[in-house]
């Protein structure tokens, strides 16, 4: 019985050393040697690119000027992210060739089950292609490979950092589509109560349901509340298979705000019941749900009074 353990324990020992020996070059120091734009990757041809963070394949697709995730849920997706991750990809930089030994890829995480693989495309044309492996021990470095090639860089960068990224924070967590600083009226219809803004030049007016009479606002009132709106981030995501249970025939809030094109969005909230201080949120012009917490909701759920001018004291 003693024999087979002490092959067992030989071999890992073996094995061990191996290891040893192969990740030894991982202390050598990034060179000056460099090839810049490693991918020969133009950003601005890109308009769909894919990749895995662990098990889950993720996909994103342009449409316009707005990206959107189409995998694993279905949503807009955060911009700013999306552009650092292609202007990191066509500024890519790589030093010496670490190793083109296909035996190796392992130690590095670029081979096929431990590396990230990064596909960039135009359309249905795949302009370039990487798989990211592990970051160096100082954390500034990343290693990676060409997916049709069996040389492995040393990449300069937090790379690897980025496209493992949480899955939330790849997605655009603005509850508003449209930009709130350039409404020219917003409504509220709030515990059966409805009143609106209406800007007419430079001037804030406010009117009570069934608005025939109007009055002056609070401009600055005003302009900090749509302020607020364009600020307004989602508190959480509701994945889509949740969306068929969330009924909005009664909403605590409804928010409408008007363009001047005549370009409208409109924000409804329900609560979401039980001891549980949360809304369900949506707009009319995205087809996901999302949840704002209390201290959210109360920023967006304003009354008449709180628009209404201070009253000069005698």
Not at 16 to 38: A, D, G, H, W
Not at 45 to 56: H, Q
Not at 246 to 266: A, C, H, M, V, Y
């Amino acid at each position: 019985m003693k024999k087979p353990l002490y092959l067992l324990l030989g071999l890992l020992a073996i094995f061990v050393i191996v290891y040893f020996l192969l990740t030894q070059k991982e202390k050598k120091t990034f060179r000056q040697e460099k090839v810049e734009n490693f991918l020969q990757l133009d950003s601005t041809a890109v308009n769909r690119f894919e990749f895995n963070l662990f098990d889950t394949k993720l996909a994103f697709e342009k449409v316009g000027q707005q990206w959107y995730m189409t995998r694993p849920d279905s949503c807009r997706a955060d911009n700013r992210a999306i552009e650092q991750m292609l202007s990191m990809a066509m500024h890519l930089e790589v030093g010496e060739i670490i190793s083109s030994n296909p035996e190796k890829q392992f130690v590095f995480q670029v081979d096929t089950l431990m590396g990230n693989r990064l596909d960039f495309f135009d359309g249905e044309n795949l302009l370039a292609s990487m798989v990211i492996g592990k970051m160096q021990e100082d954390r500034l470095h990343a290693y990676l490979r060409k997916t049709d090639s069996d040389d492995v860089y040393l990449a300069k960068g937090l790379f690897s950092s980025i496209a493992n990224r949480r899955l939330d924070l790849w997605k655009d967590r603005s509850l508003f589509v449209l930009d709130p600083k350039q409404a020219s009226q917003i409504e509220f219809s709030q515990d059966q109560k409805k009143f609106r803004l209406t800007k007419e030049d430079t001037l804030w007016l406010v009117s009570a349901h069934p608005y025939q009479e109007s009055s002056p606002a609070d401009g600055g009132a005003v302009e900090e509340y749509l302020e607020t709106l364009a600020d307004m981030k989602v508190d959480e995501f509701i994945k889509a298979s949740r969306f068929g249970g969330i009924s909005f025939n009664r909403p605590q809030l409804e928010l409408q705000l008007t363009f001047p094109d005549g370009g409208q969005e409109k924000v409804v909230a329900v609560a979401q019941g039980g001891e549980d201080s949360r809304y369900f949120v949506k707009t009319d012009r995205d087809r996901n749900v999302f949840i704002l917490y209390e201290f959210n909701f109360k920023r967006i759920a304003k009354t008449l009074e709180d628009f209404l001018p201070e009253e000069e004291e005698e």
